[in-house]
């Protein structure tokens, strides 16, 4: 199954790994530095908190208010399928994403909980499957000593390790990469540029369906 068929299509390029590894700054600079070499990059995170669903989730990130696990597992999930037909006709339309987490975030969070995988995966079945999955790598304990670390629902240092685990056994290696986020932002930066900038080139085939 697949979304369209374009040569010159966009790439999709998810940014995963866990609180505070570095996600935002790298796909801040990342989107910097494609647009500087001539491609057409927007930049989308998820949760987006902006619509009314990514309100909920942001009242239930924030301890505001509580929600049943399977209940804020299918909000983050719908918080992704509201993004799909913008996501798709950027991509057909030649427009590289670099997207801040995905699936695989509302995978890693909810069953690190002790909820069930194979359930936590199926409402994300279809969504656009990504061309590279960057995953971060940072040790709880390194993650812990950042800015803000702390204030909000999933970041304390045993889930995270929990949320890491996860990760692990999702890695699908022929679109996955690990990049350390332990360096300097610029260190980090290249490495991640120079994993990106031979996909962003290259001519990766009709968008596939996640799953
Ligand atoms: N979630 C998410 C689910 O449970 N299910 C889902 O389906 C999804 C999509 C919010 C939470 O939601 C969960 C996961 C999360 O717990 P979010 O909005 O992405 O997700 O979370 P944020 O708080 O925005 O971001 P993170 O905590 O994940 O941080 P980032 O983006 O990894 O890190 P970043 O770049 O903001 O950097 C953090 C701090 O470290 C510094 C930065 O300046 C910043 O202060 N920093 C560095 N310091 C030293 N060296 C470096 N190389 C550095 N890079 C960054
Ligand atoms: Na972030």
Not at 16 to 22: L, V
Not at 74 to 88: D, V
Not at 157 to 166: L, R, S
């Amino acid at each position: 199954m697949t979304y369209g068929k374009t040569s010159s299509r966009g790439k999709l390029i998810v940014f995963e790994g866990c609180d505070r590894s570095g996600k935002s700054t790298q796909c801040a600079m990342l989107t910097e530095r494609l647009r500087k070499d001539g491609h057409k990059v927007e930049q989308l995170k998820f949760p987006d908190r902006t619509t009314s669903i990514g309100h909920m989730i942001n009242n239930y990130l924030a301890n505001k208010e509580e929600q049943r696990d399977e209940v804020i597992h299918l909000l983050f999930s719908a918080n992704r399928w509201e993004s799909m037909q913008k996501m798709s006709n950027l991509l057909l339309g030649g427009t590289t994403l670099v997207v801040d987490r995905y699936a695989y975030s509302g995978i890693a969070y909810s069953a690190a909980k002790g909820m069930d995988l194979q359930w936590c995966r199926q409402p994300d079945v279809g969504l656009i499957k990504p061309d590279k999955v960057i995953f971060m790598t940072l040790s709880a304990d390194r993650a812990s000593e950042r800015a803000a670390f702390g204030e909000e629902r999933y970041e304390k240092k045993e889930f995270q390790a929990k949320v890491e685990k996860i990760f692990e056994q999702l890695f699908e290696k022929s679109y996955w990469q690990n990049v350390s986020g332990d360096g300097t932002v610029e260190e980090v930066h290249n490495d991640v540029y120079g994993v990106v900038s031979q996909i962003v080139s290259s001519d990766c085939g009709p968008l596939e369906k996640l799953w």
